[in-house]
């Protein structure tokens, strides 16, 4: 529950750092593919952001699932109770129902 919220966080944080890093070039010598790149704006293209549209609180279910499996039944009650606090109706009832089935 908090290991994956710190997990979360510190990759988070590395996505930022290396989208930070791909918004401002090193600095590189004008050279005939660079010349061919002059005038193409990439900002604001979202081709390259692979985690828009990403539902976090369905990975949330996704992982508490997985705990259930390996029967860290406390680490899934977490995450489910985040998903409640957090999900769509669909999403809190699903949560409710597993969180019902723990043992």
């Known amino acids: 529950s908090d290991s994956f919220a710190a997990q979360l966080e510190e990759v988070t944080a590395e996505l930022d750092q290396l989208s930070e890093s791909l918004d401002q070039p090193a ?4 050279s ?16 390259f952001d692979f985690l ?12 508490a699932r ?11 009650r ?12 669909g999403q809190q009832q699903e949560a409710r129902e597993l969180i019902a089935n723990l043992v």
């Open 32 to 47: 005939a593919p660079v010349a061919a790149l002059q005038g193409v704006d990439l900002d604001g293209d979202d081709d």
């Open 52 to 63: 828009s549209g990403t539902d976090e609180t369905a990975t949330k279910l996704d992982l």
């Open 27 to 30: 600095e590189l010598t004008q």
């Open 66 to 76: 997985a705990y259930i499996d390996m029967g860290d039944t406390e680490g899934a």
């Open 78 to 89: 977490d995450i489910l109770d985040e998903v409640i606090a957090e999900g769509n109706d």
